[in-house]
């Protein structure tokens, strides 16, 4: 059982005061008269219509009937329609995704910064003084105030709210919003966020306990939206092909312009190419331009439509996609399956044993990663050698030796999902003993594959080096000859490579990209270069847990690693994009307006409040009290 | 008849006439004669036949058997004729005082203004100008169901002695004396009814006279019948109405169990000023039916109110009416 409102037992002192009167009442008291011949017109008259007399002479029966029903009219709990009341707590969601970001109404604002106007608006005009509670999407859900109710602190919260071009979790937002809400009692729940918003219909249609208010903002409609799908760029001896894709809505009769800035290593733009081209019928138009200068990034912008929601996606940067040969120290004792893939992959392989020598400091320049085939715990013995291991991505192949050999067990094999392990499957391979590690070994690394109940291969990063390691080797396995092999040994040689170019590359804002870093370096920090940004301030690269961290806003940066003396050692350029994953989720609006419609009449129940009318009641039930008093004092 | 020591007289006295004086006013009035009276004895009321007082009434032929000394022989003389000089003859009158004892007299009205010793001293007050006035006059107390106190006719100014020591006797005794239920063995009737104490018509007086009645009327039933054999036995019959104050006005608030003194039946009522209003109007219909009841049959009707000591009540009855008066 449960007492919804223990408040209400309060109503319970008012059996004593009924009580109280009972006991304090007059009984008839007999007199004595000389004749009842005097009275008999009186009482004739009382006695002629004698039931509705004795009630009339009830007064206080009548009064305490009315006290009763007012008592049952307020277990009833009534409720009339009324506007929730001002001092209500205002849970307030703002999607700050990259679509609210970078679309714009008619006059050119972003759907963001209407919400945020929109948000204050409300602040100025409706808001009661209640508490409010701000909340925006993001990878996790922010609460920027917490039952706030001081106006111009939330209206600079709001003012500063910087848009989130990752991959949120919308509805993470939606849910602690609603709990936020549930957890007192009249709530309103205001969301505003656009059609994008990447949330289920389950959702949505979630019990919802407190009155909600969509503040809806339309998505773009696609069809008018001229957007670039991808701007590539390669690079043959001098000259520079670029190709960029254009998507724009089907049968436009409309020329296209396209311009390619060049930029240099500074952010400074360099040249500018303009092209036109007729709109294909299909809705994709591509622009192939054999004609750009070297440079250092570029960034291909076609001129928007008038009526275009989304300026925003019609402007891409590029990097120049290098074709690099890179050059990889084997050390084995020989290793032909290894060797041929290599070769397969392009790759440059210089061969030692695992006797030899360290290589020069010339040798070592040109390499790009180490290989040690069986010989690591040797080499891992010398300073040198270790000294020269800890410097380069490093790839290790092991050689179990009898009493190194971990015990299999009949399990099914795991790939875990990995760069190195796209593509890869362990289907019908046979790996005959794989090396123990212990845990200390195994820790600090992902497990990219089981095999037989045991890792068998790990990555992760090592002295701020990409490190991968095969617990067994490769001879003692029919790995070689499967087709995945070549595969396997690409995406290993990509793993290790990664980041060691001039070029980052593209990744995503806020991710965590594979970075190899130079050995000296004890800071590091992102700046911008596009837009002539390049005075811009610094961003911090490194999270809490030591990782880098790609910048939280789309553009191109320069990553710049400092040695302790605080110098430049190595800058290398990003391209940071949005998430577009949310450009591409389904439109909510449908079900929002489904629930809007069906649950018009709850929503107005809910904003209803109830506490008004128990007072009213027990206001009635005071004055009731009052008149059951003064009945009773006067005798009638 | 004892003699009586004076200290006793004196107490008596007190008892039955307390207000200072009211013996010396009451000196100074003396009954209204009325209507010419049929009496047993010479008296000084003028009677109804013819006798042997000084006063002339007619002349009428001599018949034999007549007393001769009472031929006018100076009209013999002139006329030839004997005829006979008739004179009225003037006879005392009786009165009877009446008071009511039933309950509902002795049990209202505290201390002087019990309505009962109110209505006693009432009558003893007109008993005593009846003895002054040298007629008989006898005091008789009835309650609901039987006469139960007697003073025989008395004769002559010495006798308010007696009736004085006797009424002092009564109300020496209290009403409880007088009620019938008081030994709680006679149950009441459910219905009380005037005619109860004098039915088989032997306590009722026998010769023409004036009878007074001191009650508060409150009688189902049996007035009307009271009050027909009372005039059929050629009585004159003067009615004092006594309420006491608390039953004209009644002050009451709240919630009363009304209880009948003498039926002891039970009324609940829930007084309300709009209640109170509308018995103070019963009870002006009650009296002015009365009233009517009895000036319909010739008998006055007069209102005391028992609230009010004796003296002021007895002027405004001596004012209202005509068989007192000033000498």
Redesign the interface.
């Known amino acids: 059982m449960h007492w919804l409102s223990l408040t209400s037992a309060w109503f319970g002192l008012a059996t004593l005061l009924i009580l109280a009167m009972y006991i304090l009442k007059?009984?008839?008291?007999?007199?004595?008269?000389?004749?009842?011949?005097?009275?008999?017109?009186?009482?004739q008259?009382?006695e002629a219509n004698r039931p509705w007399q004795r009630l009339k002479?009830q007064l206080l029966l009548w009064l305490q009937l009315i006290i009763a029903i007012l008592i049952v009219i307020a277990l009833m709990e009534p409720a009339v329609d009324k506007q929730l009341a001002e001092d209500a707590h205002a849970v307030i969601l703002l999607d700050r995704s990259a679509s609210m970001a970078t679309s714009v109404d008619d006059q050119g604002n972003s759907y963001l910064d209407n919400a945020k106007q929109e948000i204050i608006d409300w602040l100025e005009k409706e808001w009661g003084g209640g508490a409010v509670t701000l909340i925006v999407n993001g990878e996790y859900p922010q609460i920027l105030a917490n039952h706030s109710n001081q106006k111009q602190e939330l209206e600079r919260i709001i003012t500063s709210i910087e848009p989130y071009y990752g991959a949120s979790d919308d509805e993470t937002a939606l849910s602690l919003a609603r709990a936020l809400a549930t957890s007192s009692e009249q709530s309103t729940i205001h969301y505003y966020i656009d059609e994008r918003y990447m949330v289920g219909a389950d959702a949505i249609h979630a019990e919802a306990a407190n009155a909600e208010v969509w503040h809806l903002h339309a998505a773009p409609a696609t069809a008018d939206d001229e957007r670039i799908r991808s701007f590539t760029l390669s690079q043959e001896e001098r000259a520079v092909h670029g190709f960029v894709t254009v998507l724009h809505a089907a049968q436009l009769d409309r020329e296209l312009e396209l311009t390619v800035t060049a930029y240099n290593e500074h952010g400074k733009a360099l040249s500018e190419n303009a092209y036109k081209q007729s709109a294909d019928a299909s809705g994709i138009t591509t622009f192939a331009m054999y004609d750009l200068p070297q440079e250092h990034f570029y960034a291909a912008h076609v001129i928007p439509s008038e009526h275009d929601p989304n300026p925003y996606n019609n402007k891409q940067y590029g990097l120049i996609a290098e074709d690099q040969v890179y050059q990889a120290l084997l050390i084995t004792e020989g290793n032909l399956f290894l060797e041929k893939a290599l070769q397969l992959m392009n790759v440059g392989v210089t061969k030692l044993t695992k006797a030899s020598d360290v290589p020069s400091a010339e040798l070592l320049s040109t390499i790009h990663f180490i290989i040690a085939d069986g010989s690591y715990e040797l080499l891992a013995e010398q300073n040198d050698w270790k000294n020269v291991l800890d410097r380069f991505p490093l790839w290790i192949l092991d050689h179990p030796s009898t009493n190194q050999q971990a015990e299999l067990v009949n399990a099914a094999p795991v790939v875990n999902e990995h760069e190195v392990t796209q593509y890869f499957t362990m289907d019908d391979i046979f790996i005959s003993s794989v090396r123990k590690l212990a845990v200390t070994e195994l820790a600090p690394y992902d497990v990219l594959v089981q095999y037989g109940g045991v890792p068998a291969m790990i990555a992760g990063l090592k002295q701020q080096q990409p490190f991968l390691r095969y617990m067994f080797a490769l001879q003692d396995s029919d790995l070689p000859l499967r087709a995945v092999f070549p595969v396997l040994v690409m995406n290993s040689v990509d793993y290790l490579v990664s980041g060691s170019t001039k070029q980052l590359g593209y990744m995503l804002v806020n991710a965590t990209p594979t970075l190899s870093m130079s050995a000296d370096t004890s800071s590091s920090y992102w700046q911008r270069l596009d837009e002539g940004r390049r005075d811009s301030k610094r961003v911090e690269a490194t999270s809490s847990n030591g990782s880098v961290v790609a910048p939280a806003v789309p553009g191109v940066y320069t990553f710049i690693e400092q040695n302790e003396q605080g110098q430049s050692i190595q800058e290398r350029t990003a391209v940071v994009t949005a998430d577009v994953t949310e450009f591409a989720a389904p439109s909510i609006a449908d079900t929002i307006n489904s629930i809007q419609i069906t649950d018009g009449n709850d929503s107005q129940q809910n904003s209803t409040g109830l506490s008004t009318l128990t007072a009213w009641l027990a206001a009635c039930l005071l004055l009731m009290l009052l008149m059951e008093w003064e009945v009773y004092r006067?005798?009638? | 008849m004892k003699e009586l020591s004076s200290s006793n007289m004196f107490d008596a006295l007190q008892r039955v006439f307390p207000h200072e004086d009211w013996l010396a006013k009451l000196d100074a009035m003396a009954m209204q004669g009325g209507a010419r009276t049929k009496g047993m004895l010479a008296g000084k009321r003028r009677s109804s036949s013819l006798g042997s007082s000084l006063e002339f009434a007619d002349y009428r032929p001599y018949i034999a058997g007549d007393d001769i000394r009472r031929i006018d022989w100076n009209l013999y003389g002139r006329t030839n004729k004997a005829y006979i000089r008739q004179y009225w003859d003037e006879q005392e009158r009786s009165f009877h005082l009446y008071v009511d004892s039933s309950l509902s007299m002795t049990r209202i009205g505290e201390g002087e203004h019990n309505k009962w010793l109110t209505a006693l001293r009432a009558a003893a007050s007109v008993g005593y100008l009846v003895l002054q006035s040298d007629d008989r006059m006898s005091i008789s107390l009835f309650n609901e169901v039987e006469i139960c106190n007697q003073l025989p006719l008395l004769h002559g100014k010495h006798a308010k002695f007696a009736m004085i020591n006797k009424l002092s006797e009564w109300i020496n005794n209290g009403p409880a004396a007088v009620n019938a239920n008081t030994d709680g063995t006679a149950s009441l009737p459910t219905i009380s009814d005037a005619s109860v104490p004098f039915a088989g018509g032997s306590q009722l007086p026998r010769r023409a006279g004036v009878t007074w009645i001191f009650s508060d009327g409150l009688y189902d039933q049996g007035i009307e019948k009271l009050l027909s054999s009372l005039q059929a036995r050629q009585q004159q019959v003067v009615f004092v109405h006594m309420l006491h104050g608390d039953e004209l006005e009644p002050r009451l608030e709240g919630e009363w169990q009304l209880i009948d003194i003498e039926t002891s039946r039970a009324k609940e009522v829930a007084m309300s000023p709009a209640i109170v209003e509308k018995y103070k109007r019963s009870v002006n219909d009650f009296r002015e039916r009365l009233r009517q009841l009895y000036e319909k049959r010739g008998i006055a009707f007069y209102s005391m109110n028992c609230s009010e000591t004796l003296p002021v009540s007895f002027m405004k009855l001596l004012a209202s009416g005509s068989h007192i008066h000033y000498r």
Request: aromatic share 8%; proline share 4%; hydrophobic share 30%.
């Open positions: 007059k009984r008839y008291e007999p007199k004595h008269i000389s004749s009842h011949l005097l009275w008999r017109q009186v009482l008259e009382q002479q006067r005798g009638i």
